[in-house]
C-alpha cells in the first residue's frame, strides 16, 4: 500500500470558472497537472480530492453573483472530470485548509498515508493552509510547483515561496515522479529557520 497521496484543492466548477483569469490559470495547468495525476495513479498512489462545499449560512462565503457557489449537490460543486477518477478518494471541506474540520487525517492515517502533495487552487490560499496543516500533523509535504494555480501569477509565486522556505519541498512534478521512481520515496524536509 502506497505512503504517498496526491491531495488537490478546489478543481471544481464554480471555483474555476470563477472569473478569465482562473480559467486561463487552469487551462495552462491542465496537461501537465491532468498527466502528473495519471502517472502518480498508474504508480499506485492515492489521489485524494479536496472538495469545497460552501455552507449556505457561512457569513465568510464570497458570494459569485449573489450566490453562494460550490454547495452541496450542485454542477458548480463537482470536480473537473479532466482531474477526476473512479478510483480517485473525494473528501468535502467547508474551508480553505483540507484538514480542517473534516477526516482528512483519519482517512489518510488509515490508508498508511506519510506523505502528501499537495496541489490545486488557489496557491496562496487552499494549497498554502492545507500544507501548513499537513506539516502541523507531522507529514512530509511535497508542493509540485506546475499543478499549483492562482489566478494571479504572483501570489502563486509568493505562496510557492513561502511554502519552500517554511514546511514544504517545492519541486516541479517530473522532479517528484524521477525521485519516487529512482528512489521508491520522498525525501523528508530538513526543516531550518533562520
Excluded at 118 to 130: A, D, K, L, S, Y
Excluded at 182 to 192: D, H, I, T, W
Amino acid at each position: 500500500m502506497s505512503k504517498i497521496a496526491v491531495l488537490t484543492n478546489d478543481l471544481q466548477y464554480d471555483m474555476v470558472h470563477k472569473n478569465q483569469e482562473r480559467i486561463d490559470a487552469v487551462t495552462e495547468a491542465t496537461p501537465a497537472f491532468s498527466g502528473f495525476l495519471h502517472e502518480m495513479r498508474k504508480r499506485g498512489h492515492h489521489v485524494v480530492h479536496l472538495q469545497l462545499i460552501n455552507l449556505p449560512d457561512d457569513p465568510n462565503v464570497e458570494l459569485h453573483n449573489g450566490i453562494v457557489p460550490s454547495q452541496k449537490g450542485s454542477k458548480g460543486a463537482e470536480i473537473l472530470p479532466v482531474f477526476l477518477e473512479d478510483t480517485d478518494i473525494l473528501v468535502e471541506k467547508n474551508k480553505d485548509s483540507g484538514f480542517y474540520e473534516t477526516d482528512l487525517h483519519e482517512r489518510l492515517q488509515a490508508l498508511g498515508v506519510d506523505t502528501v502533495l499537495v496541489t490545486g487552487m488557489q496557491g496562496q490560499i487552499c494549497v498554502q493552509t492545507t500544507a501548513a496543516d499537513a506539516f502541523f500533523r507531522g507529514y512530509n509535504v511535497y508542493v509540485p510547483s506546475d499543478c499549483v494555480v492562482s489566478a494571479k501569477e504572483a501570489d502563486k509565486v509568493r505562496a510557492l515561496d513561502w511554502l519552500a522556505g517554511y514546511c514544504a519541498t517545492v519541486v516541479d512534478s517530473d522532479e517528484i515522479l524521477r525521485v519516487i521512481d529512482s528512489e521508491g520515496a520522498l525525501p523528508r524536509k530538513v526543516v531550518q529557520t533562520p
